[in-house]
């Protein structure tokens, strides 16, 4: 684990828990897996709050625990990889608003805070929180009828059960088989009106599943990818293979297994909103092959024609382009084309570089000795055979090693994030009290507002905020606005690299 991946974990601790869970986590971080007895050694914190702070890492699924080597202590350790979803929390709910509608996000946004929570406590608890906002209509009934919809689309899962193995005391956490619940809508409309709770005989616990997401998230960008290099109909296409991948192959395979065109026919008829798709399917999934960026190919005729889909291989290609992209904004476009020519060409010499790039002499060297310096391309000297009477001359071939520079891009994100994040933090620290009047400000006109009052009373209450004050307001909005966009747009870089580094690398 690197430094600038614990500097991120510390900060997104710090923004989302507070300064003791940080401490406790930059604690396990640095020295990995430790019993409470020295966590509480090397913090300097009391043993409640070190309890504390590792039941709420626990909690959220961002530390782990097993027994040491006596099987009577537990050893704890942190999960940054979990840790660093916790800013991607706005993509799972807008993916659920997009997908499902308002009522799944609210179940999602709730579970999310929650982490782990029973069906019936999450669905009374929103009924109950939105049973007088006619503009959204929330109705347990509904609730419920989503719910089992999220868990049947795998969105939702139960929560790992403890077991205890013979001769140990620390409990092990089994994953089960997520069973669709059998909710009955009397018993959430009893507990509802009562508003109490803890009568309910429910004691299934359910928490998001993660993986389900990025699932999609990786479908998104393939979809996408596609479309944008060959058009909507190629991008439709591009979502029927992979829909049929799922049928019989595992989520996160390498390759997909053999896909018939046949079948994605079937689905084109369904598709009524896309004649021309229906009508050129042929020609399409040849274009696909041919010009898709690899994503696909044909692996044989049978049955129309047999493909494949390229997981690990579209994993590589969007590593390319992220890499492209990261040459291009940290060392401009010439330092670009000189590392996509060393990608071409895998093993290129110096003075082949200065020919291909079109480039000056002095300003190719240059480039290219900043790129290596950079890390993004490495050098392996060779030599060739002495002729009779003289010496062996060496050569330098330039390459590109990808796992390593992939490795050297994420290190960047790690850092910009960081980065990011620390400047955000500085904003809202720096304006606090102005943020916090502007929210006061929009509470009360918005109760004055349903109470219907008059207007000047509103404009009164609106111009305790001076212009002064909203042009400082505006101006915070703005960089928190910038800043939040970078945030989203790093941490899309890092789900390429985490997609990438997922499949062993030969």
Same mark, same amino acid.
């Given at each position: 684990?690197?430094?600038?991946l614990g500097?991120v974990v510390?900060?997104?601790?710090h923004?989302y828990? #507070?300064e003791?869970?940080q401490?406790v986590?930059?604690?396990?971080f640095?020295?990995?897996s430790? +019993?409470?007895?020295?966590?509480?050694k090397t913090t300097?914190?009391?043993?409640t709050?070190?309890i *504390?702070?590792l039941r709420?890492?626990?909690?959220?699924?961002?530390?782990?625990f097993?027994p040491?080597?006596?099987?009577?202590?537990?050893?704890?350790?942190?999960l940054p990889e979990?840790?660093?979803?916790?800013?991607?929390?706005?993509?799972y709910?807008l993916?659920?608003k997009?997908k499902? #509608?308002?009522e799944? *996000?609210?179940l999602?946004?709730?579970?999310?805070q929650q982490?782990t929570?029973?069906?019936?406590?999450?669905?009374?608890?929103i009924?109950?929180k939105?049973?007088?906002?006619?503009?959204?209509n929330i109705?347990?009934?509904?609730l419920?009828?989503?719910?089992?919809s999220?868990?049947?689309?795998?969105?939702?899962?139960?929560?790992?059960?403890? *077991?205890l193995?013979?001769?140990?005391?620390?409990p092990?956490?089994?994953p089960?088989?997520?069973i669709?619940?059998?909710l009955?809508?009397r018993?959430?409309?009893q507990?509802?009106s009562?508003g109490?709770?803890?009568?309910?005989?429910d004691n299934?616990?359910w928490?998001?599943? $993660?993986?389900?997401?990025?699932q999609d998230?990786r479908d998104e960008i393939?979809?996408?990818?596609?479309?944008?290099?060959?058009?909507?109909?190629?991008?439709?296409?591009?979502?029927?293979?992979l829909e049929?991948?799922y049928?019989?192959? +595992?989520v996160?395979a390498?390759e997909s297994?053999?896909v018939?065109?046949?079948?994605?026919?079937?689905?084109?008829?369904?598709?009524?909103?896309?004649?021309?798709?229906?009508q050129y399917l042929?020609?399409y999934?040849?274009?696909l092959?041919?010009? #898709?960026g690899?994503?696909?190919?044909?692996?044989g005729d049978a049955s129309?024609?047999?493909?494949?889909v390229?997981?690990?291989f579209?994993?590589?290609q969007?590593?390319?382009?992220?890499?492209?992209?990261?040459v291009?904004?940290?060392l401009?476009?010439k330092?670009?084309?000189i590392f996509?020519?060393?990608?071409?060409?895998?093993?290129?010499?110096?003075?082949?570089i200065?020919?291909?790039a079109?480039?000056?002499?002095?300003e190719?060297?240059?480039?290219t000795y900043?790129?290596?310096?950079?890390h993004?391309i490495?050098?392996? +000297?060779?030599?060739?055979?002495?002729?009779s #009477?003289?010496?062996?001359k060496?050569?330098?071939? $330039?390459?590109?090693k990808?796992h390593?520079?992939a490795?050297?891009?994420q290190e960047m994100?790690?850092r910009a994030l960081?980065?990011?994040?620390?400047?955000?933090?500085?904003e809202?620290?720096?304006?606090?009290?102005?943020v916090d009047k502007?929210?006061r400000?929009r509470?009360i006109?918005?109760g004055?507002?349903?109470?219907g009052?008059?207007q000047?009373?509103?404009?009164?209450v609106? *111009?305790t905020?001076?212009?002064?004050?909203l042009?400082?307001?505006?101006?915070?909005?703005?960089?928190?606005?910038?800043?939040?966009a970078?945030e989203?747009?790093?941490d899309?870089?890092?789900?390429?690299?985490?997609?990438?580094?997922?499949y062993p690398?030969?």
């Amino acid at each position: 684990m690197s430094h600038q991946l614990g500097r991120v974990v510390s900060v997104i601790l710090h923004r989302y828990f #507070g300064e003791i869970v940080q401490k406790v986590g930059d604690d396990l971080f640095t020295y990995g897996s430790k +019993p409470i007895g020295m966590i509480v050694k090397t913090t300097g914190l009391t043993r409640t709050l070190v309890i *504390e702070s590792l039941r709420t890492l626990l909690k959220f699924d961002i530390a782990a625990f097993e027994p040491s080597a006596n099987e009577l202590i537990a050893d704890y350790k942190l999960l940054p990889e979990n840790v660093l979803l916790l800013i991607r929390y706005p993509r799972y709910l807008l993916q659920m608003k997009t997908k499902y #509608g308002s009522e799944a *996000e609210l179940l999602i946004e709730e579970l999310l805070q929650q982490a782990t929570c029973t069906a019936t406590v999450l669905l009374v608890t929103i009924a109950t929180k939105y049973k007088d906002d006619k503009e959204k209509n929330i109705t347990i009934l509904n609730l419920k009828e989503m719910f089992i919809s999220l868990v049947t689309a795998a969105y939702i899962q139960q929560t790992p059960v403890a *077991e205890l193995k013979e001769g140990s005391e620390i409990p092990t956490l089994v994953p089960v088989a997520t069973i669709v619940p059998d909710l009955d809508t009397r018993t959430l409309m009893q507990a509802m009106s009562a508003g109490n709770l803890s009568e309910v005989n429910d004691n299934i616990y359910w928490r998001v599943n $993660y993986d389900r997401f990025h699932q999609d998230f990786r479908d998104e960008i393939m979809i996408k990818a596609i479309t944008r290099r060959i058009d909507e109909n190629a991008g439709e296409l591009m979502k029927f293979l992979l829909e049929q991948m799922y049928l019989n192959s +595992p989520v996160w395979a390498k390759e997909s297994s053999l896909v018939s065109a046949l079948d994605v026919r079937d689905q084109c008829r369904r598709a009524t909103d896309k004649p021309l798709l229906q009508q050129y399917l042929d020609q399409y999934l040849k274009v696909l092959e041919e010009s #898709g960026g690899g994503f696909v190919r044909r692996a044989g005729d049978a049955s129309g024609g047999m493909y494949v889909v390229r997981v690990k291989f579209a994993a590589e290609q969007l590593v390319h382009a992220a890499l492209d992209h990261v040459v291009t904004e940290r060392l401009g476009s010439k330092a670009a084309r000189i590392f996509r020519l060393i990608r071409t060409k895998k093993y290129i010499e110096e003075e082949d570089i200065q020919k291909n790039a079109m480039l000056v002499n002095k300003e190719c060297k240059q480039l290219t000795y900043k790129l290596l310096e950079e890390h993004f391309i490495s050098c392996q +000297p060779m030599r060739k055979a002495a002729s009779s #009477g003289g010496l062996a001359k060496a050569i330098y071939l $330039y390459h590109i090693k990808l796992h390593e520079v992939a490795h050297t891009a994420q290190e960047m994100c790690y850092r910009a994030l960081h980065n990011v994040l620390r400047r955000g933090s500085h904003e809202r620290g720096a304006h606090a009290r102005l943020v916090d009047k502007q929210k006061r400000v929009r509470t009360i006109v918005h109760g004055m507002r349903l109470r219907g009052e008059a207007q000047q009373n509103i404009d009164d209450v609106e *111009e305790t905020l001076t212009p002064p004050e909203l042009a400082v307001l505006q101006g915070v909005e703005k960089r928190l606005k910038q800043l939040s966009a970078a945030e989203l747009e790093l941490d899309r870089n890092l789900f390429i690299f985490k997609w990438y580094f997922t499949y062993p690398q030969t």
